[in-house]
Nanobody, 123 residues
Framework: QVQLVESGGGLVQSGDSLRLSCAAS????????MGWFRQAPGKEREFVAA????????YYSESVKGRFTISRDNAKNTVNLQMNSLKPEDTAVYYC????????????????WGQGTQVTVSS
């Protein structure tokens, strides 16, 4: 059974940084793409970032490009999201996800989701 467990969320101020982590288990982590999505109150879940299984290809939404960085450590079965220059509009529940390719994640088609971690950015 695939499990994705997010950590690192919290309450920060505008302009601060935060690092989210996701620990994966239950499948051969290193051969699957990983990604992050988020859902703000009253809005649909949206794509944030994705990384290929080998880590050489990444995708970002336009709203986070240049501020967020996705990375993975296949030896530790973890994927991270470094979030810099946070804005109040980044406030959301952030979900870790996995799928067969980074492109499919970018298109919003993961195989599995985590339970999410709350990120709140105050102005």
């Amino acid at each position: 059974q695939v499990q994705l467990v997010e950590s690192g969320g919290g309450l920060v101020q505008s302009g601060d940084s935060l690092r989210l982590s996701c620990a994966a288990s239950g499948r051969t982590f290193s051969v699957y793409a990983m990604g992050w999505f988020r859902q703000a109150p009253g809005k649909e879940r949206e794509f944030v970032a994705a990384i290929s299984w080998i880590g050489t290809t990444t995708y970002y939404s336009e709203s986070v490009k240049g501020r967020f960085t996705i990375s993975r450590d296949n030896a530790k079965n973890t994927v991270n999201l470094q979030m810099n220059s946070l804005k109040p509009e980044d406030t959301a529940v952030y979900y870790c996800a996995t799928g067969p390719s980074a492109i499919k994640l970018r298109n919003g088609v993961p195989d599995y989701w985590g339970q999410g971690t709350q990120v709140t950015v105050s102005s």
